[in-house]
């Protein structure tokens, strides 16, 4: 019967290695996936900003403003449940629900300005912005 105690101890031990395995790999890809939506983010936005041909009025595309739930998507899960959104009219303003820390801080601040954002310091009224039309 100890035979069998020990087996299985060492089973749980080997799930258990498996698991702080599985968790970190899982962080590493929640931190590729937001480094990838940071980029995809910052080329749409370069890709916009590339001189167009002149076109008459009646040719240029009307573009939608962006939602706070568009600017939601921008941001890792992770990062999302950290903030606040709110619509102000011609920008998201973005704050954070708690202290951000430097690395989450600066993820933040990539996202927002690849959306062409910036950040207001303004004390405790400090916040993120993004624009709803980009320029």
């Known amino acids: 019967m100890s035979e069998d105690k020990e087996y299985l101890e060492r089973l749980a031990e080997k799930v258990e ?14 931190m590729i996936a937001a480094s990838l939506k940071s980029i995809a983010v910052t080329q749409l936005g370069q890709q916009k900003a590339a001189p167009a041909p002149t076109k008459t009025l009646e040719q240029l595309p ?15 899960e992770d990062l999302e449940g950290l903030l606040n959104f709110e619509d102000k009219g011609e920008y998201i303003k973005i ?16 996202i927002v300005r690849g959306a062409g954002g910036d950040y207001v310091s303004a004390g405790k009224d400090s916040h993120f912005r993004v624009p709803k039309i980009r320029a």
């Open 17 to 30: 290695e498996l698991l702080i395995v599985l968790n970190s790999i899982a962080e590493d890809l929640r």
């Open 62 to 76: 009307v573009e939608k403003p962006m939602g706070i739930e568009d600017v939601k998507m921008m941001f890792p």
């Open 95 to 110: 704050t954070p629900r708690q202290y951000l820390g430097a690395e989450n801080f600066a993820k933040i601040a990539q």
